[in-house]
């Protein structure tokens, strides 16, 4: 194992263990250091009392305490640190719990308490080093830089943890965020994939009733007519199981390239021409301007749109006539759906209407639906070409 792992396997153990049990040893590792210097004291050095061993032990054993009282701590350990020197217990070489408290304040207390106590050691060790016989000046530079090393690396280790925090909680929010996203995702394709089986069965069992109620009365007296009433039957019903296979295939994840696409303004002749042929409704398809490609749920959505709006006048509207309009702007299409029916019969309207809002909106476009300007039931949809449609949608 190289060094480095050595030393982040043990950092991240010490950040994980007990922390009373990790500074009740670091306060024994500090007395330790102090007692040295007694039991093998330097020539001339004042011997180890028992007052001297008190004070030296009133520097370290309040270690235990750093963490849950830095401040108190650090008055303590900084009354008995100078109260050595001026008692010749002997004065200690390197004021190792005054280290401890200094960068455990720097890391831990509020500023005024950290820069007090920085002072107050910055002055209290250069006037313990008047009692001290012979000092020499590089002994100041000693302490004096020994005190702001432990600040600083205190105030580096509040600044890393600040960080660590800051990413924590960054990655707290991205992942929040990126959970709503997904849940959002979600309901929208929930949406969608219900705006579509409603289209599909509401716009297929429409012409299905409608033909069912005309069979019966055409049976005897016009049984080519009935036969193409329940053909007519037949191939909605067929058409809306191919679209519910499709649905279903997205569901289930199985859609392989043979599966047919979505529907397209391409195809809203067809629907036109269906719808016609099946209900007896006189179906119009105008085209003003020059068709263009436009993004598949765009497409999709004009295709549905015209779908839904034909449905309801087949099934509420008690219409003769209906008109499928196509408006190609340079920057948006406009679908226009209108009828000569009764108009509509509620204010807001049902499953239908909500749907053709929704999927105009979701393309980035907008949908206007009520009364025509002469009479019967209008649905206008205006959905934006590529250029325009990440502005349209904010």
């Not at 028992?50 to 032990?57: P, T």
Request: one cysteine or more.
């Amino acid at each position: 194992m190289s060094p480095q792992s050595w030393f982040t396997q043990a950092a991240a153990r010490l950040r994980t263990a007990n922390p009373y049990a990790v500074d009740t040893a670091l306060a024994a590792l500090v007395l330790f250091a102090v007692s040295l210097q007694w039991m093998f004291p330097d020539e001339g050095d004042d011997p180890l009392s028992w007052q001297g061993w008190l004070l030296g032990a009133a520097t370290a054993v309040p270690l235990v305490w750093r963490r849950r009282w830095p401040f108190a701590t650090a008055w303590v350990v900084s009354a008995a640190t100078p109260a050595m020197a001026v008692y010749h217990a002997p004065p200690p070489d390197v004021v190792w719990g005054g280290l401890v408290v200094l960068y455990t304040l720097a890391a831990r207390s509020p500023v005024w308490q950290r820069r007090l106590m920085l002072a107050g050691w910055l002055v209290g060790a250069t006037l313990t080093m008047q009692h001290k016989e012979n000092a020499r000046p590089f002994e100041y530079a000693f302490h004096l830089l020994t005190v702001l090393c432990a600040y600083g690396l205190g105030t580096l280790a509040r600044v890393q943890r600040a960080y660590t925090t800051e990413v924590e909680d960054r990655a707290r929010r991205l992942e929040r965020e990126r959970a709503a996203d997904t849940a959002r995702a979600l309901a929208q394709e929930r949406a969608r994939i219900a705006r579509d089986m409603h289209d599909v069965l509401a716009h297929a069992v429409s012409l299905m009733v409608v033909q069912a109620e005309a069979g019966p009365v055409v049976v005897r007296s016009d049984p080519d007519r009935a036969e193409a009433s329940f053909e007519a039957i037949a191939a909605a019903g067929r058409d809306a199981m191919a679209q519910l296979r499709r649905i279903l295939g997205v569901l289930k994840e199985e859609q392989r390239s043979g599966t047919s696409p979505q529907p397209c303004v391409a195809a809203l002749p067809g629907l036109v021409r269906q719808v016609a042929e099946s209900t007896g409704l006189h179906v119009e398809l105008r085209t003003e301007g020059e068709p263009y490609a436009m993004p598949p749920d765009a497409e999709a959505a004009a295709y549905r749109v015209a779908q839904e709006a034909l449905t309801n006048t087949v099934k509420h509207a008690y219409a003769s006539h209906a008109t499928v309009e196509l408006h190609w702007a340079e920057d948006h299409l406009t679908l226009t759906v209108t009828d000569d029916g009764r108009g509509p019969t509620a204010p807001g309207g049902g499953h239908g209407l909500i749907g053709i809002r929704e999927r105009a909106t979701a393309c980035g476009g907008s949908a206007e639906t009520g009364r025509g300007p002469d009479g019967g039931f209008r649905v206008v949809v205006r959905l934006p070409a590529t250029a325009d449609r990440q502005a349209a949608l904010g």
